[in-house]
């Protein structure tokens, strides 16, 4: 079964400060993994995807096997980094299930 | 076209009722799916439709009726339903999994 833990139910930093949001995963065959966001009133959309380690808007995520995590970070938060992060899961090969943490509050403080 | 439209965006039915919501997309993509979202909580997976043919039900109740009239197209029927189904519903598509999913906007339901 695919299970995804986000332990931080609620996130706050100041700005400027560096920022991690934690998330580890259970799934026994090869995770493709992702970070979706969620602004206040606005649509979820798609922040990173693990297959591409890209950097969007300032934030990496590296998928580490080992630990099974995939931990969302930032050097300098930004106010407008204010939102609901989720962490999701999908089995690599073709399965189109889609699983999603229980997400992580991110303020971040003037 | 890069966005998945959902109509309606807000709709209140009583529970004898019989309605529809809506989805559309014209990127292309081949797999869409219906969503579930309660305040505060992640999207639950409801429905996958894989080219046009229902490839993942989550054990849904009955009262939620999905179609897929074509590759572009995606509805969900309601009816009987109850309270507690008051929710905000998502639509989305994606071209293969790995690159990710785009989300509609959502209709918010109220059911009373």
């Known amino acids: 079964a695919q299970r995804v833990t986000q332990p931080e139910k609620l996130l706050s930093v100041f700005k400027g400060a560096p920022v991690e949001l934690k998330c580890n995963y259970s799934?026994?065959?090869?995770?493709?993994l992702f970070w979706y966001v969620q602004y206040s009133r606005q649509r979820l959309q798609l922040l990173l995807r693990?297959?591409s380690r890209e950097s969007i808007k300032g934030f990496t995520a590296d998928l580490n096997k080992g630990e099974t995590s995939f931990h969302l970070k930032k050097p300098f938060a930004q106010e407008e980094d204010s939102a609901m992060y989720y962490c999701a899961l999908t089995a690599q090969g073709g399965s189109e299930k889609l699983v999603f943490g229980k997400g992580t509050k991110l303020t971040v403080n003037p | 076209d890069t966005e998945v439209t959902q109509t309606p965006k807000h709709l209140v039915m009583g529970m004898t009722n019989k309605k529809s919501l809506k989805c559309e997309q014209h990127?292309?993509?081949?797999?869409m799916y219906w969503y579930k979202q309660k305040a505060k909580k992640p999207p639950e997976l409801m429905f996958v439709?894989?080219?046009?043919?229902?490839?993942i039900n989550e054990s849904v109740p009955s009262r939620f009726s999905p179609e897929c009239p074509n590759s572009s197209l995606l509805n969900l029927h309601l009816h009987a339903l109850q309270p507690e189904d008051s929710a905000l519903y998502l639509c989305?598509?994606?071209?293969?999994?790995?690159?990710?999913?785009?989300f509609g906007s959502g209709t918010r339901l109220t059911v009373v």
């Open positions: 693990h297959i």
């Open positions: 989305a598509s994606s071209l293969r999994s790995y690159y990710g999913y785009t």
């Open positions: 990127m292309g993509h081949r797999a």
């Open positions: 799934y026994s065959g090869s995770p493709e």
């Open positions: 439709y894989s080219y046009e043919k229902l490839s």
